[in-house]
């Protein structure tokens, strides 16, 4: 006989972790069932490497709403975000103001500091930088309260569900006219263009404008990349927007403590236990189908998995009308981004600073150009994967030493571009992964040309890697890009972006729905409390 759920939560990724949480406080028998040996989709920490422990897909945390840390008492339940101190742009020798072995940019946590490194390059941009700074702090507070909201179908006529944009227009209206004005901006231009307003050091701009193309297949200059730049600008740790940090343990601590939380209240998750079909009788999801064979029944079904793989891979065909079938097919994944895990045996000195120091000890950005972080964008744009590539490195160990064995490190390298769709001509990824991980460490050796004696192992993840391990199709970190097109009302199909679906009783809860990707959680949280309200339970 089946085993009966309250609800049934399709993927242990972070956003399916939280919606157990939330669903099992409130009293629901919740079941969460994860493919892998290990908890938490693309916010893992694996040893794949004897004693050296990596984040192997997901690396830094900001988004994680601050309300879900508090209400799950994640602190509680062993999350400890350790604070990233500030990026360091390494330049080659000859570039730069400073004369000599090579210059750089480093900005850091400390106000003061930034400033004086940013007059030593211009005093214009360091002027710029603090109503730069103000602008996007006042920007991320006004749209703040959208990462907590259920968009409103557009087509509905009840009114009631567009209420809370009318808390958004006032506050709109209270805005200045600048304030406004930089609005619709972020809304419509390039993460380049947008950054060009206030400076002119080019590689401050390069390297501003890479928030703007995390996950997306598009270039610096593509319009609509300045809301990328917002969207990562809306993070915050203790009350500071921007702030950027690592989970100690590696992200997998994230989902570990979540999934502590939904266990303590009450919640149940089972590992290997891949879902092979959600089950429909009658217009309604009644439960899933293991790929061992065994039947579970659920009063509730909900998918942190993706769009494709919810609608196309997991339901039987003919379950979905036609027209929203052709929706789920039309949304765009266009995985962009690779990764690079390594074991050092000592640390990396970069030509333009060397030896070991507190610049090191931040993200570390191979952005010396705004023409080269395009260019790496051209390589993509014809199927290449980019021969010099954009690369935000991260080095865990220098801030949580039990990453790696005493006087070793990891290294943790963020990689744009990596088309899933390669040209033909290049043959498959399966032929592609050692090259496309020479060619990241080639572009790092530019900077840091110890490097490669310090390679004790590496382990490169292509976007056709990342959904064979974590099921993101096509690789794409947030489950879908992050274009104007695919946001809010339409995310992820027009007039469904309520976390319900055509299916009742079928929810989605993850990255594919608003507001988007990242370690944020705010789509598990929303998923659960609609749930309940539906069920007319309490949600506080």
């Given at each position: ?327 789920v097919r039309r949304f765009k994944f266009r995985g962009s981004s690779g990764k690079v895990n390594m074991a050092l045996d000592g640390l990396p000195s970069f030509t333009a600073l060397p030896g070991p120091g507190e610049h090191l000890r931040g993200a570390i950005s191979i952005s010396p150009s705004t023409d080269e972080m395009e260019q790496a964008y051209d390589d993509a744009k014809y199927g290449h994967w980019s021969r ?91 489950q879908g890009e992050l274009s104007l097109e695919q946001l809010f009302f339409s995310r992820p199909v027009p007039g469904w972006a309520r976390f319900r679906t055509p299916v009742r009783d079928l929810w989605l809860c993850g990255s594919a729905t608003h507001p988007g990707g990242g370690i944020m959680g705010a789509n598990g949280r929303i998923a659960a409390m609609e749930l309940l309200r539906s069920r007319g339970k309490r949600?506080?």
């Amino acid at each position: 006989m089946a085993q009966r759920y309250d609800a049934v939560i399709i993927g242990g990724g972070h956003n399916g972790l939280i919606s157990a949480a939330y669903l099992a406080r409130a009293g629901l028998r919740t079941l969460v069932l994860e493919q892998r040996h290990v908890l938490g989709g693309a916010a893992v920490t694996e040893e794949i490497y004897p004693g050296f422990r990596f984040s192997v897909f997901s690396y830094v945390v900001s988004l994680l709403r601050p309300e879900i840390i508090r209400e799950l008492n994640l602190p509680a339940h062993g999350l400890d975000i350790l604070p990233l101190d500030g990026t360091f742009t390494p330049l080659r020798p000859g570039e730069g103001p400073k004369a000599g072995g090579g210059d750089y940019l480093w900005r850091v946590n400390d106000h003061g500091r930034t400033i004086r490194e940013l007059r030593r390059w211009s005093k214009n941009d360091a002027e710029a930088y603090e109503e730069y700074g103000q602008l996007m702090v006042d920007m991320a507070r006004f749209i703040k309260p959208i990462l907590a909201m259920v968009p409103p179908d557009p087509a509905s006529n009840d009114p009631r569900p567009f209420l809370p944009l009318t808390g958004l227009l006032r506050s709109f209206q209270k805005l200045s006219e600048r304030q406004q004005s930089v609005f619709v901006q972020l809304m419509t231009m390039s993460a380049f263009d947008f950054l060009s307003q206030w400076f002119e050091t080019d590689p401050l701009k390069a390297t501003m404008s890479a928030s703007g193309i995390i996950g997306t297949f598009q270039g610096i200059k593509s319009p609509g990349t300045a809301y990328v730049l917002l969207h990562h600008y809306m993070g915050e740790i203790d009350g500071a927007f921007r702030a950027w940090g690592i989970p100690k343990g590696g992200t997998g601590g994230i989902s570990n403590a979540i999934g502590s939380a939904a266990r303590a209240n009450g919640a149940e998750i089972r590992m290997e236990a891949r879902v092979a079909t959600i089950r429909v009788g009658g217009g309604r999801a009644s439960g899933v189908v293991l790929e061992s064979g065994e039947e579970i029944e659920a009063g509730a079904v909900l998918s942190s998995l993706d769009s494709r793989q919810t609608f196309i891979n997991l339901l039987e065909p003919g379950s979905l009308d036609a027209d929203f079938e052709a929706e789920v097919r039309r949304f765009k994944f266009r995985g962009s981004s690779g990764k690079v895990n390594m074991a050092l045996d000592g640390l990396p000195s970069f030509t333009a600073l060397p030896g070991p120091g507190e610049h090191l000890r931040g993200a570390i950005s191979i952005s010396p150009s705004t023409d080269e972080m395009e260019q790496a964008y051209d390589d993509a744009k014809y199927g290449h994967w980019s021969r010099r590539p954009y690369i935000d490195i991260i080095i865990p160990t220098l801030v949580d030493p039990s990453m790696a064995p005493p006087g070793k490190h990891v290294m943790s390298c963020f990689v744009q571009y990596a088309p899933y769709h390669l040209d033909p001509s290049l043959g498959t990824w399966d032929d592609n992964r050692e090259a496309f991980g020479d060619a990241v460490v080639d572009r790092i050796s530019e900077f840091a040309p110890d490097l490669k004696s310090k390679i004790l192992h590496r382990n490169v993840q292509t976007p056709l890697d990342i959904e064979r391990t974590t099921g993101l199709s096509e690789g794409n970190i947030f489950q879908g890009e992050l274009s104007l097109e695919q946001l809010f009302f339409s995310r992820p199909v027009p007039g469904w972006a309520r976390f319900r679906t055509p299916v009742r009783d079928l929810w989605l809860c993850g990255s594919a729905t608003h507001p988007g990707g990242g370690i944020m959680g705010a789509n598990g949280r929303i998923a659960a409390m609609e749930l309940l309200r539906s069920r007319g339970k309490r949600v506080a």
